[in-house]
Protein backbone atom coordinates (compact mmCIF):
# COMPACT_ATOMS: atom_id res chain seq x y z
CA UNK A 1 0.00 0.00 0.00
CA UNK A 2 1.41 3.27 -0.74
CA UNK A 3 2.21 5.79 1.94
CA UNK A 4 0.17 9.06 2.24
CA UNK A 5 1.86 12.06 3.30
CA UNK A 6 -1.04 13.01 6.20
CA UNK A 7 0.06 11.92 10.06
CA UNK A 8 -1.69 10.74 12.90
CA UNK A 9 -1.98 13.28 15.31
CA UNK A 10 -4.70 15.20 16.87
CA UNK A 11 -7.84 14.57 16.65
CA UNK A 12 -7.00 11.86 13.49
CA UNK A 13 -5.51 9.04 16.93
CA UNK A 14 -9.59 9.14 17.93
CA UNK A 15 -10.71 8.47 14.24
CA UNK A 16 -11.09 4.48 14.95
CA UNK A 17 -14.25 2.42 14.85
CA UNK A 18 -13.98 0.15 17.89
CA UNK A 19 -15.93 -2.71 15.90
CA UNK A 20 -13.61 -2.04 13.42
CA UNK A 21 -11.01 -3.09 15.76
CA UNK A 22 -12.97 -5.86 17.23
CA UNK A 23 -13.29 -7.71 13.75
CA UNK A 24 -9.73 -7.39 13.29
CA UNK A 25 -8.81 -9.06 16.37
CA UNK A 26 -11.09 -11.70 15.22
CA UNK A 27 -9.20 -12.12 11.76
CA UNK A 28 -5.85 -12.18 13.68
CA UNK A 29 -6.85 -15.06 16.05
CA UNK A 30 -8.77 -16.86 13.21
CA UNK A 31 -6.82 -15.81 9.62
CA UNK A 32 -9.69 -16.64 7.82
CA UNK A 33 -12.20 -13.63 6.62
CA UNK A 34 -15.24 -16.34 6.26
CA UNK A 35 -14.70 -17.75 9.45
CA UNK A 36 -14.30 -14.09 10.99
CA UNK A 37 -17.89 -13.28 9.48
CA UNK A 38 -19.22 -16.29 10.35
CA UNK A 39 -17.78 -15.40 14.32
CA UNK A 40 -19.02 -12.06 14.32
CA UNK A 41 -22.34 -12.99 12.47
CA UNK A 42 -21.37 -10.20 9.28
CA UNK A 43 -21.19 -10.79 5.70
CA UNK A 44 -17.26 -11.53 4.50
CA UNK A 45 -17.33 -8.27 2.64
CA UNK A 46 -17.93 -5.89 5.51
CA UNK A 47 -14.96 -7.91 7.31
CA UNK A 48 -12.62 -6.53 4.41
CA UNK A 49 -14.43 -2.92 4.33
CA UNK A 50 -13.27 -3.07 7.97
CA UNK A 51 -9.97 -3.98 7.25
CA UNK A 52 -9.15 -1.70 4.74
CA UNK A 53 -10.67 1.55 6.87
CA UNK A 54 -8.16 0.17 9.41
CA UNK A 55 -5.75 0.27 6.79
CA UNK A 56 -6.10 3.75 5.48
CA UNK A 57 -6.67 5.26 8.97
CA UNK A 58 -2.92 3.38 9.86
CA UNK A 59 -1.38 4.29 6.76
CA UNK A 60 -0.24 0.78 6.60
CA UNK A 61 -1.00 -3.07 5.58
CA UNK A 62 -2.41 -5.10 8.49
CA UNK A 63 -2.84 -8.09 6.05
CA UNK A 64 -1.03 -10.02 3.02
CA UNK A 65 -4.01 -11.09 1.66
CA UNK A 66 -1.95 -13.03 -1.21
CA UNK A 67 -1.24 -15.96 1.30
CA UNK A 68 -3.35 -18.50 2.68
CA UNK A 69 -4.40 -18.34 5.14
CA UNK A 70 -4.12 -15.06 5.12
CA UNK A 71 -0.68 -13.49 7.17
CA UNK A 72 -1.47 -10.79 9.47
CA UNK A 73 2.02 -8.32 8.87
CA UNK A 74 4.00 -7.12 11.63
CA UNK A 75 2.08 -3.91 11.78
CA UNK A 76 -0.95 -5.93 12.43
CA UNK A 77 0.47 -7.96 15.13
CA UNK A 78 0.85 -4.69 16.88
CA UNK A 79 -2.96 -3.74 16.70
CA UNK A 80 -4.00 -7.63 17.46
CA UNK A 81 -2.14 -7.31 20.78
CA UNK A 82 -2.53 -3.06 21.26
CA UNK A 83 -6.36 -3.61 20.00
CA UNK A 84 -6.83 -6.51 22.47
CA UNK A 85 -5.93 -4.34 25.53
CA UNK A 86 -8.32 -1.44 24.27
CA UNK A 87 -11.39 -3.63 23.61
CA UNK A 88 -10.47 -5.60 26.98
CA UNK A 89 -10.20 -1.72 28.91
CA UNK A 90 -13.53 -0.71 27.18
CA UNK A 91 -15.71 -4.07 28.54
CA UNK A 92 -14.11 -3.47 32.02
CA UNK A 93 -15.32 0.30 31.92
CA UNK A 94 -18.85 -0.70 30.60
CA UNK A 95 -19.12 -3.05 33.19
CA UNK A 96 -17.92 -0.74 36.08
CA UNK A 97 -20.34 1.61 34.98
CA UNK A 98 -23.42 -0.67 35.51
CA UNK A 99 -21.86 -2.35 38.59
CA UNK A 100 -21.34 1.57 39.95
CA UNK A 101 -24.75 2.82 39.15
CA UNK A 102 -25.97 -0.34 41.11
CA UNK A 103 -23.37 0.88 44.40
CA UNK A 104 -20.93 -2.13 44.08
CA UNK A 105 -17.61 -2.09 43.11
CA UNK A 106 -17.28 -3.83 39.39
CA UNK A 107 -14.02 -6.13 40.50
CA UNK A 108 -11.28 -6.21 42.81
CA UNK A 109 -8.45 -8.72 42.63
CA UNK A 110 -7.28 -10.05 46.02
CA UNK A 111 -3.73 -11.38 46.96
CA UNK A 112 -3.82 -13.06 50.45
CA UNK A 113 -0.50 -14.92 52.19
CA UNK A 114 -1.02 -18.50 52.48
CA UNK A 115 -1.37 -18.48 56.49
CA UNK A 116 -3.67 -15.53 56.31
CA UNK A 117 -5.92 -16.72 53.58
CA UNK A 118 -6.31 -19.92 55.35
CA UNK A 119 -7.46 -18.57 58.83
CA UNK A 120 -9.00 -14.82 58.17
CA UNK A 121 -9.95 -15.41 54.35
CA UNK A 122 -13.44 -16.65 54.69
CA UNK A 123 -14.68 -14.31 56.64
CA UNK A 124 -13.10 -11.25 54.61
CA UNK A 125 -14.30 -13.03 51.43
CA UNK A 126 -17.96 -13.57 52.76
CA UNK A 127 -18.13 -10.07 53.64
CA UNK A 128 -16.53 -8.58 50.27
CA UNK A 129 -18.83 -10.65 47.96
CA UNK A 130 -21.94 -8.46 49.19
CA UNK A 131 -19.59 -5.34 48.19
CA UNK A 132 -17.90 -6.82 44.71
CA UNK A 133 -19.21 -7.76 41.56
CA UNK A 134 -16.60 -9.93 40.93
CA UNK A 135 -14.06 -11.14 43.72
CA UNK A 136 -11.11 -12.69 42.73
CA UNK A 137 -8.62 -14.18 45.13
CA UNK A 138 -5.41 -15.14 44.77
CA UNK A 139 -3.16 -16.90 47.70
CA UNK A 140 0.59 -17.57 47.65
CA UNK A 141 3.90 -16.42 49.12
CA UNK A 142 4.58 -12.83 49.57
CA UNK A 143 6.89 -12.61 46.67
CA UNK A 144 4.90 -13.86 44.51
CA UNK A 145 1.65 -12.01 45.74
CA UNK A 146 4.12 -8.85 45.56
CA UNK A 147 5.08 -9.55 41.97
CA UNK A 148 1.36 -9.66 41.12
CA UNK A 149 0.76 -6.23 42.90
CA UNK A 150 3.66 -4.79 40.49
CA UNK A 151 2.20 -5.79 37.38
CA UNK A 152 -1.06 -4.59 38.05
CA UNK A 153 -1.96 -8.74 38.37
CA UNK A 154 -3.43 -7.65 41.85
CA UNK A 155 -5.18 -4.66 43.56
CA UNK A 156 -4.46 -5.26 46.82
CA UNK A 157 -2.55 -7.87 49.10
CA UNK A 158 -2.22 -9.07 52.43
CA UNK A 159 1.66 -10.37 53.00
CA UNK A 160 4.23 -10.39 54.81
CA UNK A 161 6.72 -7.73 52.93
CA UNK A 162 6.18 -4.08 53.36
CA UNK A 163 7.62 -3.59 50.30
CA UNK A 164 8.67 -0.47 51.34
CA UNK A 165 11.16 0.12 48.70
CA UNK A 166 8.34 0.90 46.19
CA UNK A 167 7.48 4.65 47.40
CA UNK A 168 4.30 4.54 44.99
CA UNK A 169 2.74 1.90 46.92
CA UNK A 170 1.29 2.34 50.26
CA UNK A 171 0.97 -0.15 53.43
CA UNK A 172 -0.43 -0.42 56.23
CA UNK A 173 0.48 -2.94 59.22
CA UNK A 174 -2.50 -5.46 60.60
CA UNK A 175 0.09 -7.35 63.47
CA UNK A 176 2.98 -8.21 64.17
CA UNK A 177 4.03 -12.07 65.75
CA UNK A 178 7.31 -13.40 67.01
CA UNK A 179 8.90 -16.19 65.24
CA UNK A 180 8.72 -19.41 68.12
CA UNK A 181 9.95 -22.89 67.68
CA UNK A 182 7.49 -26.19 66.95
CA UNK A 183 9.49 -29.32 68.17
CA UNK A 184 8.15 -32.87 68.57
CA UNK A 185 6.29 -32.95 71.85
CA UNK A 186 8.43 -36.22 72.65
CA UNK A 187 11.24 -33.80 72.91
CA UNK A 188 9.45 -30.80 73.98
CA UNK A 189 11.10 -31.70 77.26
CA UNK A 190 14.65 -32.19 76.74
CA UNK A 191 14.38 -28.96 74.56
CA UNK A 192 13.26 -26.52 76.89
CA UNK A 193 16.42 -27.19 78.67
CA UNK A 194 18.84 -26.83 76.21
CA UNK A 195 20.53 -23.80 74.23
CA UNK A 196 19.29 -23.19 70.77
CA UNK A 197 22.89 -24.11 69.82
CA UNK A 198 22.08 -27.56 70.99
CA UNK A 199 19.26 -27.86 68.97
CA UNK A 200 20.80 -27.28 65.99
CA UNK A 201 23.25 -29.64 66.46
CA UNK A 202 20.91 -32.49 67.89
CA UNK A 203 17.68 -32.68 65.70
CA UNK A 204 17.33 -31.42 62.20
CA UNK A 205 16.05 -27.77 61.48
CA UNK A 206 12.97 -27.94 58.85
CA UNK A 207 13.34 -25.18 56.84
CA UNK A 208 11.07 -22.84 55.39
CA UNK A 209 11.90 -22.16 51.67
CA UNK A 210 14.10 -18.93 51.15
CA UNK A 211 11.87 -17.79 48.57
CA UNK A 212 9.47 -17.18 51.12
CA UNK A 213 9.66 -13.86 53.28
CA UNK A 214 9.24 -16.39 56.39
CA UNK A 215 12.09 -18.36 55.29
CA UNK A 216 14.07 -15.18 54.76
CA UNK A 217 12.93 -14.23 58.08
CA UNK A 218 14.25 -17.65 59.66
CA UNK A 219 17.78 -17.21 58.13
CA UNK A 220 17.91 -13.87 59.59
CA UNK A 221 17.03 -14.94 62.61
CA UNK A 222 19.95 -17.50 62.95
CA UNK A 223 22.35 -15.51 61.12
CA UNK A 224 22.55 -12.65 63.67
CA UNK A 225 23.11 -15.90 66.08
CA UNK A 226 25.95 -17.28 63.79
CA UNK A 227 24.25 -20.33 63.58
CA UNK A 228 24.21 -23.00 60.86
CA UNK A 229 21.89 -25.90 61.32
CA UNK A 230 22.24 -28.66 58.43
CA UNK A 231 20.05 -28.48 55.56
CA UNK A 232 18.26 -31.29 54.77
CA UNK A 233 14.56 -30.57 54.24
CA UNK A 234 13.18 -27.41 52.96
CA UNK A 235 9.88 -26.43 51.28
CA UNK A 236 7.06 -23.41 50.75
CA UNK A 237 4.12 -24.74 52.88
CA UNK A 238 3.56 -24.61 56.00
CA UNK A 239 1.68 -27.84 56.46
CA UNK A 240 4.42 -30.06 54.95
CA UNK A 241 6.58 -27.97 57.48
CA UNK A 242 5.10 -28.89 60.22
CA UNK A 243 3.71 -32.83 59.07
CA UNK A 244 7.50 -33.13 59.17
CA UNK A 245 7.80 -31.48 62.78
CA UNK A 246 5.40 -33.52 64.16
CA UNK A 247 6.50 -37.16 62.99
CA UNK A 248 9.52 -36.43 64.41
CA UNK A 249 11.83 -36.15 61.32
CA UNK A 250 12.95 -32.53 62.94
CA UNK A 251 11.94 -29.15 64.53
CA UNK A 252 11.44 -25.55 62.78
CA UNK A 253 11.35 -21.90 63.53
CA UNK A 254 7.59 -20.43 62.35
CA UNK A 255 5.22 -18.23 63.56
CA UNK A 256 1.74 -18.71 65.34
CA UNK A 257 -0.45 -17.91 62.27
CA UNK A 258 1.22 -20.54 60.36
CA UNK A 259 0.65 -23.15 63.91
CA UNK A 260 -2.76 -21.53 63.80
CA UNK A 261 -3.09 -22.61 60.11
CA UNK A 262 -1.82 -25.93 60.07
CA UNK A 263 -4.41 -26.57 62.61
CA UNK A 264 -2.02 -27.25 65.79
CA UNK A 265 -4.18 -29.61 68.16
CA UNK A 266 -3.97 -32.49 64.94
CA UNK A 267 -0.65 -32.66 65.02
CA UNK A 268 2.36 -33.80 67.85
CA UNK A 269 4.00 -30.45 68.52
CA UNK A 270 4.56 -28.38 70.92
CA UNK A 271 5.43 -24.18 70.89
CA UNK A 272 8.32 -23.07 72.90
CA UNK A 273 10.05 -19.73 73.16
CA UNK A 274 13.16 -18.89 71.34
CA UNK A 275 16.00 -17.10 73.22
CA UNK A 276 15.25 -13.14 73.03
CA UNK A 277 15.59 -10.88 71.52
CA UNK A 278 12.33 -11.89 69.87
CA UNK A 279 12.59 -11.48 66.18
CA UNK A 280 8.98 -10.52 64.63
CA UNK A 281 6.88 -11.06 61.11
CA UNK A 282 4.55 -8.42 60.29
CA UNK A 283 1.46 -8.65 58.06
CA UNK A 284 0.54 -5.79 56.43
CA UNK A 285 -2.16 -4.80 53.41
CA UNK A 286 -0.38 -3.30 50.69
CA UNK A 287 -2.03 -1.74 47.98
CA UNK A 288 -2.04 1.59 45.20
CA UNK A 289 -2.95 4.70 46.72
CA UNK A 290 -5.52 6.56 44.87
CA UNK A 291 -7.24 3.56 43.08
CA UNK A 292 -10.68 1.65 44.43
CA UNK A 293 -9.88 3.80 47.43
CA UNK A 294 -13.67 2.88 49.06
CA UNK A 295 -13.40 -1.24 48.43
CA UNK A 296 -9.22 -0.76 49.84
CA UNK A 297 -10.70 1.25 52.94
CA UNK A 298 -13.45 -1.36 53.82
CA UNK A 299 -10.56 -4.36 53.03
CA UNK A 300 -8.40 -2.81 55.64
CA UNK A 301 -11.62 -2.64 57.73
CA UNK A 302 -12.41 -6.35 57.37
CA UNK A 303 -8.86 -7.46 57.64
CA UNK A 304 -8.94 -5.71 60.99
CA UNK A 305 -12.07 -7.12 62.44
CA UNK A 306 -11.23 -10.17 61.83
CA UNK A 307 -7.56 -9.80 63.37
CA UNK A 308 -9.17 -8.05 66.59
CA UNK A 309 -12.23 -10.39 66.51
CA UNK A 310 -10.43 -13.90 66.18
CA UNK A 311 -7.10 -14.28 64.84
CA UNK A 312 -5.12 -12.19 67.77
CA UNK A 313 -7.21 -14.19 70.45
CA UNK A 314 -6.18 -17.53 68.87
CA UNK A 315 -2.73 -16.75 68.71
CA UNK A 316 -2.44 -15.72 71.80
CA UNK A 317 -3.82 -19.12 72.67
CA UNK A 318 -1.05 -20.68 70.98
CA UNK A 319 1.81 -18.33 71.90
CA UNK A 320 1.01 -17.29 75.39
CA UNK A 321 4.19 -15.19 76.33
CA UNK A 322 4.19 -11.27 76.35
CA UNK A 323 4.24 -9.48 73.55
CA UNK A 324 5.09 -12.31 70.56
CA UNK A 325 2.11 -11.52 69.06
CA UNK A 326 0.20 -7.65 68.92
CA UNK A 327 -2.09 -5.76 67.11
CA UNK A 328 -1.30 -2.35 65.13
CA UNK A 329 -3.15 0.76 66.07
CA UNK A 330 -5.59 1.63 63.78
CA UNK A 331 -5.33 4.52 62.06
CA UNK A 332 -8.71 6.95 61.40
CA UNK A 333 -8.11 7.48 57.82
CA UNK A 334 -6.32 4.87 56.19
CA UNK A 335 -5.97 6.80 53.17
CA UNK A 336 -4.41 10.11 53.64
CA UNK A 337 -2.16 8.74 56.78
CA UNK A 338 1.27 7.48 56.37
CA UNK A 339 2.70 4.41 55.45
CA UNK A 340 2.55 2.22 58.66
CA UNK A 341 5.89 -0.06 58.68
Known sequence: ????????????????NLKDIQIFHVLAETRSMIVAAERIGVTQSAVSQSVARLED?????????????????????????GGSEILESVRRTVE??????????????????????????????????QRVGQLLIWSGISPVLAAQLLDRSLDVIVASDSMAEYPELARQSLFREALVAAVPRAMAARFRSKPLEAMCSELPLVRFTKRSQLGRSVEYYLGQRKLAPRKSLEFDASEAVLRMVSSGIGWTITTPLCL????????DIEVLLLPPPLCFRHIYVVYR????????RQIIDLCR???DASILPALKALAPWPDVVSAHPRVKDCMSAPSLL
Open 1 to 16: MQAKSRHLDGASYYGV
Open 57 to 81: WLETELVDRSSRPIRITHAGEMLRH
Open 96 to 129: GVRMGSKGLVPIVRFGLVDSFATTAGPDIVKALR
Open 260 to 267: LQSHLQAL
Open 289 to 296: PGELEQIT
Open 305 to 307: DCV
